[in-house]
């Protein structure tokens, strides 16, 4: 069965980092575009960033331009989203998905990807 898994979220200072994973069970994600999304309280998901499964194209909302960094490793079967310089707007729960025989990727719908993964809390807060 495909499942992916977030890891990485937790409570942190203003200014501070981190990173997120998205694992693979079952399959591995070389042929998958990867992307990110979070859904704040109260608020619809949002698309963050994203890479194309050869790595080569990545997509970021203007939002966490210049402080999100995505990333993958294909030795690990995993998806990296770095995050720097959080401030409280970044509070939310964020989720990966996947999409299968697509050689970009997309932030601008939810719907484009077949596959995601439960998601993992980021909460910004002094």
């Known amino acids: 069965q495909l499942q992916l898994v977030e890891s990485g979220g937790g409570l942190v200072q203003p200014g501070g980092s981190l990173r997120l994973s998205c694992a693979a069970s079952?399959?591995?994600?070389?042929?998958?575009?990867i992307g990110w999304f979070r859904q704040a309280p109260g608020k619809g998901r949002e698309g963050v960033s994203c890479i194309s499964r050869s790595g080569g194209i990545t997509y970021y909302a203007d939002s966490v331009k210049g402080r999100f960094t995505i990333s993958r490793d294909y030795a690990k079967n995993t998806v990296y989203l770095q995050i720097n310089s959080l401030i409280p707007e970044d509070t939310a729960v964020y989720y990966c998905?996947?999409?299968?025989?697509?050689?970009?990727?997309?932030?601008?719908?939810?719907?484009?990807?077949?596959?995601w993964g439960q998601g993992t809390q980021v909460t910004v807060s002094s």
């Open positions: 079952g399959f591995t994600l070389d042929y998958y575009a």
């Open positions: 998905a996947a999409r299968s025989r697509a050689v970009a990727c997309s932030i601008g719908t939810e719907d484009w990807y077949e596959y």
